[in-house]
């Protein structure tokens, strides 16, 4: 595995439906290296959250199938295998080795529970701890999270809690047995901004004290700048481009990144300027395109861009694009200036 | 101030809970907006920006003060005034899927005002339709078609197109494009900057991205617990904040450069928003801001005018 933690290899994920086949996840590789942040971006339904849910194999099947592709894992016996372990096998490796934080706090705490009862489970369930040592090691945890008075809020329940407080509780959850991948699916979308800094402080100190990979699902390019070191840019299913973060922002090649960057505005630039939207919608995932599926948005399309899907172009090292401007036969077009460039 | 089209006095809003307990959703807050501007109101949740819309555009009661469109006091409006007014006033909602009603069809939910106030009828109305369609950028044929057929950028247009319809002067727009993808955000956005253009219109732009309020505000108001503590233009206040908490937002906001991301200092804040239903006596932001004084948990400090056209709260500046 070369230094990388997790390797996602050609994953294809559907949700069968009454009405036919959506093809949420069309194919996608990339790798997350020990001890980095890996940013996932993209628009509403483009597949983040199918993605990193196949990853902890959340998703219940049936509706949801994984029709091809592999999920590599090195764990603690090894290299696994993900798509290929059974429910039971998965949840060992589900809370120990890795761990999940999601957007709204509440979809993953259980309201009936005390926050003390449900950070000690999992360190009971695998960490074989005693009852002692479990509560010594969440009031720990609690603290680490920045939550003040540790002990009392142990006996608290989880709407007794402001949002910012779930969210800190949800990540001393998902930290407890030390993970080696953590999963933040938008983990500060809901929240206001100086709580937003608050918890991105928190994940970055964490990180670098517990050494742990994390994967992070936003649409915030502002978050992805401040976290990343790298950052797979999704589109309809797939991976469209991906390299470190200074390549995504100052050198991206995929038209649809252009249009990311260039339709959000910056604080620090001058109102004056238009923002850029990006005309139209993704395509509809139960019929994708059978060529590039940004095509139909996308003002540089060429015919063959209609015609067949554009392959993985590499642009150098780790960085790719999927989009027939990078073949050598494609008239050059230059990069709209103030897409990712630095505009001051 | 003539060329106000709305100036809102003291105006308080406060909630009677159960156990006799009371929220002051709004709590004294001051400001104008002139024909043709936009004003830009931000805050963290809950700190009353809805409300105070509201109780604007008349859907609450205001408490204390004065709201003042045109130079006439809302709350004395009766009749026919009121009728006019409720035209000129009208307001965009955040959530483009719950607030278009799913059984009507897109021309009968922009024509619903028109026909409450017997605007453009028979033959007229169709074409009235049809013309908003237009300028907000969809076409003719969507008229006839129900609101699930509409991506959430297209439902927020309609939703446009419907406050449009009877040719207000002013929108409040509470978190227009806060449930929209940013691809989406600035086709919405370029709208209303189109039409301000077009139609002269005034807006209060009601939003927590702080980024996107200063790219469409002429001046802005922070709040903070049902108080205004700085109001001053875009410019000024990005280029420099001077209560506290509009420096701490500003640098909590993250800038989507990675160089830029890696030069900056935060201004961390300590704890979280204080309950409003049990505020810091003083200063609300007296219990996370790092300058605080003894002075602040004493009495609120008044809004003084430190340069000309920035208003602040904050004992820093008395
Ligand atoms: N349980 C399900 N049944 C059917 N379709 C599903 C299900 N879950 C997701 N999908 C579909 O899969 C696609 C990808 O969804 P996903 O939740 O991964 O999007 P996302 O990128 O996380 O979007 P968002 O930014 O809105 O969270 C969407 O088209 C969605 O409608
Ligand atoms: N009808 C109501 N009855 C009682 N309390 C209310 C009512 N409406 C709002 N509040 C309370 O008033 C305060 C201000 O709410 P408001 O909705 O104005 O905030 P906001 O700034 O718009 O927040 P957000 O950004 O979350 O929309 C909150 O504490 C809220 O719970
Ligand atoms: S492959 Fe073609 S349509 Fe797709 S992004 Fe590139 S130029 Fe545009
Ligand atoms: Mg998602
Ligand atoms: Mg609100």
């Known amino acids: 595995m070369s230094g990388n933690l997790l390797e996602v290899r050609d994953l294809q994920v559907s949700f069968r439906t009454y009405v036919g086949e959506i093809q949420s996840v069309r194919g996608v590789t990339f790798s997350v290296k020990k001890g980095e942040v890996l940013a996932i971006v993209g628009e509403s339904g483009c597949g983040k959250s199918v993605t990193a849910q196949t990853i902890m194999r959340l998703n219940p099947s049936p509706p949801s199938v994984i029709k091809y592709g592999s999920i590599l894992f090195e764990g603690k016996d090894g290299v696994v295998d993900i798509t290929k372990m059974s429910d039971k096998q998965m949840e060992s490796i589900r809370g120990a080795e890795m761990g999940m934080i999601f957007q709204d706090p509440m979809t993953a705490l259980n309201p009936t529970m005390t926050i003390g009862k449900q950070i000690t489970e999992g360190l009971l369930k695998h960490q074989g701890l005693s009852k002692n040592e479990a509560n010594k090691q969440a009031v720990e945890m609690l603290k680490l999270v920045g939550i003040s008075n540790p002990e009392g809020r142990m006996d608290q329940y989880p709407h007794e809690l402001s949002g910012g407080m779930r969210q800190r509780v949800m990540i001393a959850m998902a930290l407890s047995c030390r993970p080696k991948l953590l999963i933040a699916d938008e983990p500060t979308t809901a929240l206001d901004v100086t709580i937003q800094a608050q918890i991105i402080e928190l994940m970055k100190s964490l990180q670098e004290k517990t050494g742990a990979s994390i994967i992070l699902i936003t649409h915030d390019l502002g978050v992805v700048a401040e976290m990343a070191e790298r950052v797979a840019v999704m589109y309809a299913g797939m991976v469209v481009e991906q390299g470190t973060v200074d390549e995504i922002f100052y050198n991206s090649q995929h038209p649809y990144t252009w249009g990311l960057h260039r339709s959000v505005p910056r604080l620090d630039s001058n109102s004056s300027e238009e923002l850029v939207p990006i005309p139209g919608t993704p395509p509809d995932l139960f019929a994708p395109p059978k060529g590039c599926p940004f095509a139909a948005r996308c003002p540089y399309a060429m015919s063959i861009c209609t015609e067949e899907m554009p392959e993985q172009f590499t642009v150098s090292g780790e960085h790719s694009a999927a989009c027939w401007l990078l073949h050598p036969d494609a008239p050059k077009v230059e990069r709209p200036a103030i897409a990712g460039g630095i505009r001051a | ?318």
């Open chain 2, 1 to 318: 101030m003539s060329d106000a089209l709305l100036e809102v006095n003291n105006m308080k809003k406060h909630f009677h809970l159960a156990g006799n307990q009371t929220l002051k959703a709004v709590d004294g807050v001051t400001f104008h907006i002139k024909r043709g501007e936009t004003f830009g109101l931000v805050g963290e949740s809950g700190c009353g920006k809805s409300t105070a819309g509201r109780t604007i555009i008349g859907l609450y009661d205001a408490t204390e003060g004065q709201v003042l469109f045109d130079g006439q006091d809302i709350s004395r409006l009766k009749g026919k005034g009121l009728k006019q007014y409720s035209r000129k006033i009208q307001m965009v909602f955040q959530d483009p899927y719950a607030s278009l009603n799913p059984r009507m069809t897109i021309a009968n939910i922009i024509a619903e005002g028109m026909d409450i106030h017997g605007l453009h009828r028979g033959k007229a109305r169709m074409e009235r339709v049809h013309s908003l369609l237009e300028a907000v950028g969809l076409n003719q044929e969507h008229a006839n078609r129900f609101p699930h057929e509409f991506s959430g950028g297209q439902r927020q247009r309609i939703g446009i197109a419907r406050a449009l319809a009877i040719e207000p002067e002013f929108i409040i727009a509470d978190e227009p494009i806060s449930a929209l993808d940013v691809s989406v955000q600035a086709q919405v956005v370029n709208l209303f900057k189109k039409l301000q253009r077009e139609l002269g219109l005034t807006y209060l732009f009601i939003a927590h991205d702080l980024a996107m309020v200063k790219h469409i505000s002429d001046r802005i108001g922070v709040m903070y617990l049902g108080k205004l503590v700085e109001v001053t233009t875009s410019e000024m206040l990005y280029s420099n904040p001077q209560h506290p908490y509009t420096q701490s937002l500003l640098s909590a906001i993250p800038i989507p450069d990675p160089d830029v991301e890696r030069r900056r200092e935060r201004i961390l804040l300590k704890g979280e928003v204080p309950s409003p239903l049990a505020p810091p006596s003083g200063c609300p932001f007296r219990t996370r801001c790092p300058h605080a004084m003894d002075v602040c948990a004493e009495r609120m400090p008044e809004m003084k005018e430190t340069e000309p056209g920035h208003h602040v709260a904050c004992h820093l500046y008395e």
